[in-house]
């Protein structure tokens, strides 16, 4: 048992007790980040005359040589040791000796864990919003594409009215835009250091914490140590973001998958992101899209787990604030593979288009258009709804559309049909009628784009 605080005890810790308190087998995962603090806190150390030149410069290649030998693999990090601190100061202290016992001076692991944990928070932040960009980029690219595709919207699962696949898509591009939006303000605002907070109280050593902040790209220090060393918020707020990617995940991956049905025929998923049936060889079935709606509770999980574990904690640290780990880095890693995977599945997929038309044509979506077309002809609102719902009464009873009815049949619900009620209920029509902003009307999807397309390009630059 390689532990730092034996001093106060006269006995050995249980075994179980050891194991059920450490905590290495998943703070690994910090080892990069407890070790950019520490060298950003040896070079305070340094600064304000606490440690000499000569031993930050001792310390600093010490640690920066226990980083290249894990990235590089020739050390692994060794379950003997209580937690991922433990094991670098040890490793430290066994390359460079006496001057290692040095690097913990002005600290202490409350404040060491939670700059480690706003450090790997704050880079997993930054890897998820590239992702969500990609995604972003991807969804542009099928709207510049599918402006004139032409497919049922629906409400209630049922058809409703004609857009298009651009317009759709669109939905989905301001949803993600969000998520981007959430994230760059959870990074703005937890982007304060804690490293000198101390156990709770500070220190009595004069440490420059603006300096230290500076050197590990805070915008500044933490204005509370007892907060400093017990906040989590920035970690629930990035887990109920997480939690929000991955319900627009899931509502993608549904829709996904019902347009894959054989019912629909939307879309034709790759061969690379779909599996068969052991026993039914004519299965091919959207796993990847499944797997996302159902990976989505995990992740909604992590969130309550924080949630529940911080909701009684008295100031200042506790112990049961190490069960922010686990789950967190489970939720992080699990929507960076659902984004990667979903992305790739979406690039790839194809749109039938003629599916998607002749759905929004059988299913009356053009029947709000019929109305309106009585409307624009003097009968008023309610008795033309009442016609329209005659006139999709009696299709359906003739398994027909609407655009398939002859002007005399038009004519026998209302003598107000003239010759070009074909023009106002052709999809393309219903359509391009549509123009405020917002509306899947070509002219409007296209200024839509272009504003998209430049947010995007600010995002590049951000």
């Known amino acids: 048992m390689a532990q730092l605080w034996g001093g106060r005890f006269t006995k050995e810790t249980d075994k179980l007790v050891y194991e059920f308190n450490a905590s290495i087998s998943f703070d690994r995962k910090l080892y990069a980040q407890d070790i950019r603090g520490s060298i950003a806190h040896v070079n305070m150390l340094a600064r304000q005359g606490i440690v000499t030149e000569a031993e930050k410069k001792q310390m600093t290649e010490g640690l920066e040589g226990i980083l290249a030998d894990l990235e590089s693999g020739k050390i692994r990090i060794s379950d003997v040791y209580e937690d991922i601190h433990s094991f670098v100061e040890a490793t430290l202290i066994d390359r460079i000796g006496e001057t290692g016992k040095k690097l913990h001076t002005g600290r202490s692991r409350n404040d060491q864990v939670a700059l480690d944990m706003?450090?790997?928070?704050?880079?997993?932040?930054?890897?998820?919003?590239?992702?969500?960009?990609?995604?972003?980029?991807?969804?542009?690219?099928?709207?510049?594409?599918?402006?004139?595709?032409?497919?049922?919207?629906f409400t209630h699962l049922q058809k409703a009215q004609?857009?298009?696949?651009?317009?759709?898509?669109?939905?989905?591009?301001?949803?993600?835009?969000?998520?981007?939006?959430?994230?760059?303000?959870?990074?703005?605002?937890?982007?304060?250091?804690?490293?000198?907070?101390?156990?709770?109280?500070?220190?009595?050593?004069?440490?420059?914490?603006?300096?230290?902040?500076?050197?590990?790209?805070?915008?500044?220090?933490?204005?509370?140590?007892?907060?400093?060393?017990?906040?989590?918020?920035?970690?629930?707020?990035?887990?109920?973001?997480?939690?929000?990617?991955m319900m627009h995940l899931s509502r993608f991956s549904e829709e996904i998958i019902i347009w894959n049905s054989n019912e629909y025929q939307f879309v034709e998923i790759d061969d690379a992101y779909s599996t068969g049936s052991s026993i039914m060889p004519q299965k091919k079935n959207p796993d990847i899209a499944e797997l996302v709606r159902g990976k989505t509770g995990r992740v909604y999980g992590a969130l309550l787990s924080l949630l529940t574990v911080m909701k009684g904690l008295p100031l200042a640290y506790n112990k049961d604030m190490q069960e922010d780990k686990e789950t967190a880095f489970d939720a992080m890693d699990t929507v960076k593979s659902c984004l990667a995977l979903f992305t790739g599945m979406l690039q790839s997929m194809q749109f039938r288009k003629d599916k998607m038309k002749d759905s929004a044509k059988n299913g009356f979506t053009n029947a709000t258009d019929a109305a309106d077309y009585l409307v624009n002809h003097g009968v008023a609102f309610r008795d033309a709804h009442s016609v329209a719902g005659r006139l999709v009464l009696y299709c359906i009873?003739?398994?027909?559309?609407?655009?398939?009815?002859?002007?005399?049949?038009?004519?026998?619900?209302?003598?107000?049909?003239?010759?070009?009620?074909?023009?106002?209920?052709?999809?393309?029509?219903?359509?391009?009628?549509?123009?405020?902003?917002?509306?899947?009307?070509?002219?409007?999807?296209?200024?839509?784009?272009?504003?998209?397309?430049?947010?995007l390009q600010e995002y590049e630059r951000d």
């Open 118 to 153: 706003k450090l790997y928070t704050r880079d997993e932040i930054e890897r998820t919003d590239q992702m969500i960009r990609e995604i972003l980029w991807t969804i542009l690219e099928i709207m510049e594409k599918n402006t004139e595709t032409y497919m049922p919207g």
């Open 162 to 245: 004609p857009v298009t696949l651009a317009h759709h898509m669109g939905a989905y591009f301001e949803m993600f835009k969000r998520d981007h939006e959430r994230l760059k303000s959870i990074r703005k605002r937890m982007n304060t250091c804690p490293l000198g907070s101390g156990a709770l109280a500070g220190t009595t050593y004069p440490l420059d914490r603006e300096y230290t902040a500076r050197l590990l790209g805070f915008d500044g220090p933490t204005l509370n140590s007892m907060d400093g060393v017990s906040d989590r918020d920035y970690l629930i707020e990035f887990l109920s973001a997480l939690a929000t990617v």
């Open 397 to 455: 009873e003739k398994n027909i559309a609407l655009d398939d009815m002859t002007l005399d049949e038009f004519k026998s619900f209302s003598p107000v049909f003239g010759e070009d009620i074909y023009d106002a209920i052709s999809m393309k029509n219903c359509v391009e009628k549509r123009m405020t902003v917002g509306a899947p009307g070509k002219k409007a999807m296209e200024a839509v784009i272009d504003i998209y397309k430049r947010y």
